[in-house]
């Protein structure tokens, strides 16, 4: 272990830290140890991180100097947030602020920060196709992700910018998985037209990062975005019918629609949706399957994910 560069896992309990820290604990032969920074290290899925081999430490993206200390000594870290859980960009800015200046302080070698774009550069805000959230953002929880992205170059941070796409993980975990619609038949609802839609499984994001950690500095720099496939709604309703036994319809509704769903984040989930439709070829054309395959060379199809974890997608 001592002769092996630390990589710290910010959310190492999460989707995405998660599937990274298990993809090093996994390789034997990996050049890599785990330290796992969660806010609970009594959690069960701590616990079996530490059972793993890892590491497991206290550490709050809130804190910056909770951040200093799990850093201290590392090689690397793999930084990500969770917008969700508070639904402020202010909040998200302020904890990208905060690991890149731990990062900064504790002379990380690489960083691999989990983020998106700031849609704003496709859509300003003074364009009407879609309604200014908060006042001052299209889809919140990409642009600030997008705009924090220069807290880690305006440090000298050296970072690689991962661009992730839609869980398929959502269709567990987010309320998106087949529903019964008006016929009785099960309907999976987005707003996406006959667009292609990138995704991939979350637990893929981790094991691409570490794929990204084991080239050294290649990617230093570099912004790299990765799906396990691009499909249409209609292809995802033909893989849950494929996947279940039984016919899923893919019901395509307008943005306005979606957004008008209730549901907390609808409103920016429908910009979301409706940025991804309007620029099919700059979003899709920013998330390579092969360059995505070559970080991870068992890289899931939506069909492969699908076998695998249609017993966890709640059925309405």
Request: aromatic letters at 10%.
């Amino acid at each position: 272990m001592a002769d092996k560069k630390i990589i710290a896992v910010v959310g190492a309990t999460g989707a995405q830290g998660g599937g990274m820290a298990r993809a090093i604990l996994n390789d034997k032969s990996s050049g890599f140890a785990v330290r796992a920074l969660t806010r609970d290290v009594d959690s069960d899925k701590a616990k079996a991180l530490a059972n793993l081999g890892a590491e497991v430490v206290a550490a709050d993206v809130d804190d910056v100097e909770s951040l200093k200390k799990a850093f201290k000594g590392a090689y690397g870290a793999f930084c990500v947030t969770f917008y969700w859980a508070h639904m402020s960009p202010d909040k998200e800015g302020a904890e990208v602020k905060n690991m890149a200046e731990a990062a900064k302080q504790t002379g990380l070698k690489h960083v691999i920060w989990s983020t998106l774009e700031d849609t704003r550069k496709w859509v300003p805000l003074s364009d009407n196709r879609m309604p200014t959230l908060m006042g001052k953002y299209k889809v919140p929880h990409f642009d600030s992700k997008g705009q924090a992205d220069h807290l880690f170059t305006d440090l000298g941070v050296p970072t690689t910018f991962l661009i992730t796409s839609f869980y398929w993980d959502n269709f567990i975990f987010f309320g998106m998985g087949p529903k019964k619609g008006p016929d009785g038949n099960p309907v999976i609802t987005l707003p996406m037209g006959d667009k292609q839609l990138p995704g991939i499984a979350a637990e893929d994001i981790g094991r691409c990062a570490y794929g990204i950690f084991k080239r050294g500095a290649e990617y230093i720099g570099k912004r790299i975005g990765i799906a396990g496939e691009h499909l249409t709604g209609a292809q995802m309703a033909a893989s849950f019918s494929k996947a279940l036994g039984r016919e899923v319809r893919y019901n395509d509704v307008p943005p306005g629609v979606y957004r008008s769903f209730g549901f907390p984040g609808a409103e920016d989930l429908g910009n979301m949706f409706q940025v991804k439709r309007d620029f099919e070829k700059e979003y899709c054309g920013a998330r390579n399957l092969d360059v995505a395959r070559a970080l991870n060379p068992s890289l899931q199809t939506f069909d492969a994910w699908l076998a695998k974890n249609k017993s966890r997608i709640p059925l309405e």
